[in-house]
């Protein structure tokens, strides 16, 4: 165990074996995440329930990433206390698709699945890519996919884990507006179809209403404001309702009505 | 309307008003689809047997050189006198089997080196230990030249073939080891956090992450290498040698056969061109999956 100037130690992320219904699929308690003097995340509490969708909303630098790095237990070395408790199939949707450039679209996918029966594991990666449009791009490269088919063969890559947690740091913040929207109706609908829990980090607060069951908004190294989403049916950003939860976030993240120009 | 129908150069639409167009019964037409051949900063239109041009240019002039006089019988022997000699020398079979003990020479020499060469990076590339106990030392044999050693290695190992293809060897493996092992440390942090997120093994680690990352750098190494092993292969062909290229141009030079020697200059310049575009190919078909400036 590590110490710090600051009097943190380093500890380890639990994963506990027990999703046991009714207990919660992730439960953050106390956490604390410190880059030398600077606490990112304060003393931050947090929970998911089995196949709830949230999305997290924070300014830049409010520790979004810092968060969704000790879920998937990535923070080695970062100095900081508190429980954290995960499921066992954890899956991470970068902001880049991170596909390994030199394998194909379906070795990708299947990237250390090859161990537990090779054709089941291959069969699956070719169902996922089919469930995220991609069939019979199986054996392209990478490069030869556009941004929204890279993100999307990422996509894949997670779901064929079956995750019981997929953890995904503006996963979409790299594309065009067109090719966002597709990927939200396909998020949705992959969600809907498999519903592991999901916790979604964006700076795009109707994103984040068109997606999320409910919204955190981060500052200051904690849960600052919480907000369930409870539009019925298709959530249209013209609705006055929906307009009224944006008004309601932005105000939480410290933006101007007026300054708003979208 | 004279723009209507003028072929236009890519970039610039023609400048009809659909208006005017409209008025005349013309549609306006299509931009024609005139687009650069290339990437305009990229290096062109590639060029036909580009490899090949170059060589061919000095062989033009070599010609040329040789059949108005310019260059001088005993300096340097006409290209005919030496394809002439080449022929006699393939007819008395002295050519190949000579050809035969350098090829076998260079190809020994490189096998052991490309392996000792990647085996070390492996060692030092994937391990502190290793790292610790490996780089060091060839570091070291690294800064020392490798003809430096020939004396040594003559003591050691006598003139035989062993010392031959050791020499070799040791010019080989250390081009091998310093890409190989750069390309192994220098794999991008982002991929090691994908495979920690999809929990990779260690061994699937290494054969799915670690040394196709490292394949480029492996690949850059072994272009040094071959042309590395047949310089080697110059130096200790002329030493007590009683067969291989060398040994023919020696002997050629204590009878003073011009033509000779430039015909094993030739083979080796020969041998070092295919060799070379031997591995480019290699190159391209294994790192398919890479655009670069060249495509
Ligand atoms: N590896 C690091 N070393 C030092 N400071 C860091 C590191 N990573 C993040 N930070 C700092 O922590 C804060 C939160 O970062 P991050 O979690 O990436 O924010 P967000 O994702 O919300 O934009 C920022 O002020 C950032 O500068
Ligand atoms: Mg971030």
Redesign the pocket.
Same mark, same amino acid.
């Given at each position: 165990m590590a110490t710090h100037a600051g009097g943190l130690s380093a500890t380890p992320v639990a994963t506990g074996t027990d999703v046991v219904a009714g207990a919660p699929a992730v439960a953050v308690r106390g956490l604390v995440r410190a880059?030398?003097e +600077?606490r !990112?995340l304060d003393d931050l509490d947090l929970e998911l329930a089995l196949g709830e969708f949230v999305a997290i909303l $924070?300014? &830049?630098? &409010? $520790?979004? &990433?810092? /968060? /969704?790095?000790a879920l998937a237990g990535l923070d080695h070395g !970062?100095a900081g206390v508190g429980e954290v408790r995960v499921p066992d199939q954890v899956s991470v949707v970068f902001q880049d698709s991170r596909l390994l450039p030199w394998a194909r679209v379906l070795d990708n996918v299947v990237l250390g699945l090859d161990g537990v029966g090779r054709r089941d594991a291959r069969d699956a990666g070719r169902a996922a890519l089919a469930e995220v449009g991609l069939a019979g791009r199986e054996r392209a490269w990478p490069n030869e996919l556009s941004g929204g088919e890279q993100q999307r063969v990422s996509l894949a890559r997670s779901l064929v884990r079956s995750p019981q947690l997929l953890l995904a740091? +503006?996963p979409f913040g790299a594309l065009d507006a067109l090719t966002r929207i597709r990927m939200h109706e396909l998020l949705r609908d992959l969600y809907d179809r498999h519903r592991p829990a999901v916790l979604l !980090?964006t700076?795009d607060v109707d994103e984040a209403i068109v997606l999320a069951d409910r919204v955190v908004v981060?500052d200051r190294g904690r849960i600052a404001v919480e907000r369930r989403i409870d539009l019925d049916g298709a959530r249209d950003a013209a609705d006055p309702r929906f307009a009224a939860i944006r008004t309601e976030l932005l105000d939480a993240l410290g933006v101007e009505r007026k300054d708003v120009t979208a | 309307m004279t723009a209507v129908g003028t072929i236009t150069r890519a970039g610039t639409a023609p400048r009809t008003s659909p208006g005017a167009a409209q008025i005349a019964g013309v549609r306006p037409q299509a931009r024609p689809d005139v687009r650069p051949a290339g990437r305009r900063l990229g290096l062109g239109r590639p060029i036909p047997a580009a490899g090949l041009l170059g060589v061919v240019v000095l062989v033009g002039v070599w010609v040329a050189g040789s059949a108005t006089g310019l260059i001088d019988q005993r300096v340097l022997s006409a290209p005919w006198t030496v394809v002439t000699t080449a022929g006699d020398l393939i007819a008395k079979g002295d050519l190949q089997e000579n050809l035969g003990v350098s090829l076998t020479r260079a190809a020994l020499g490189l096998a052991w080196g490309v392996a000792a060469g990647v085996v070390l990076a492996l060692a030092s590339g994937l391990s502190r230990v290793g790292d610790a106990l490996l780089d060091g030392p060839i570091q070291v044999k690294r800064a020392i030249p490798n003809l430096a050693l020939l004396p040594l290695l003559i003591l050691w190992f006598g003139i035989g073939e062993p010392m031959k293809v050791i020499t070799i060897a040791l010019g080989v493996f250390i081009p091998i080891y310093v890409h190989t092992h750069n390309g192994l440390r220098s794999i991008d942090s982002r991929y090691v956090e994908l495979a920690e997120t999809v929990r990779l093994g260690r061994p699937q680690f290494v054969r799915r992450v670690v040394l196709p990352g490292a394949l480029p750098g492996f690949l850059l190494g072994l272009r040094f290498a071959v042309t590395g092993s047949l310089l080697s292969l110059v130096v200790v062909e002329q030493v007590n040698a009683t067969a291989g290229i060398g040994y023919m141009m020696e002997l050629a030079r204590t009878y003073g056969q011009t033509e000779v020697i430039i015909v094993g200059l030739v083979v080796y310049g020969v041998l070092g061109f295919t060799a070379d575009a031997a591995v480019r190919l290699l190159q391209r078909r294994a790192l398919a999956w890479r655009r670069t400036l060249e495509d």
């Open positions: 880059y030398g +600077e !990112v $924070g300014r &830049s630098g &409010s $520790g979004k &990433s810092t /968060l /969704l790095r !970062v740091d +503006e !980090v700076h981060l | -």
